[in-house]
């Protein structure tokens, strides 16, 4: 008789496998949230950040001031710019404090600003998460670029933190 209830615990095993794989990728649950709504929360405070002009808000997003802060130019873009500016680049890696220039410019602006994200993916083991989006990047009501963009992030002890951004752009 207990040789008939291997194949049914087998059968069931291989039911409950993808369900917990899929709550692993996840995350664990922790305070009633996943690790894939804590990173997405990050995501929401990036974003608002750049709309209520507040440094301090971007940088506690931050694992360092100094993490890759990296554009690359669209292979359109850097044609047409390559006209008037032949020398131009098309990768233009972050130099000494990539992110806090950037919040720095956003800050100064009298236009509003604001970045839009569409189709947001977020990859994660419950220790370091993997984000890809669309977004486009707006100065009042008008869209300056758009592109592909990719951060890492690693769970630290004080929560998510970005440790480094990538971005395709075309203008």
Not at 80 to 106: L, M, N, W
Not at 157 to 168: E, Q
Request: proline letters at 4%; charged letters at 25%.
């Amino acid at each position: 008789m207990k040789q008939h209830l291997l194949p049914i615990v087998c059968a069931i095993g291989c039911f409950l496998a993808p369900i917990g794989s899929a709550f692993a990728q996840n995350g664990a649950a922790q305070g009633g949230t996943t690790q894939k709504q804590q990173v997405e929360a990050v995501i929401e405070a990036f974003r608002t950040s750049i709309i209520e002009k507040d440094k301090a808000k971007f940088t506690a997003l931050l694992f360092s001031e100094d993490i890759p802060w990296t554009s690359v130019v669209s292979e359109e873009t850097l044609a047409r710019t390559r006209k008037k500016k032949p020398e131009a680049k098309r990768v233009y890696p972050s130099v000494g404090k990539g992110p806090i220039e950037f919040i720095d410019s956003i800050v100064a602006e009298k236009e509003p600003q604001e970045e839009k994200f569409e189709n947001v993916r977020i990859e994660t083991d419950g220790s370091i998460a993997s984000v890809w989006f669309d977004y486009s990047y707006h100065d009042g009501a008008k869209k300056t670029n758009w592109g592909k963009e990719a951060w890492q992030l690693v769970r630290t002890d004080d929560g998510w933190k970005i440790n480094s951004v990538i971005w395709s752009m075309t203008y």
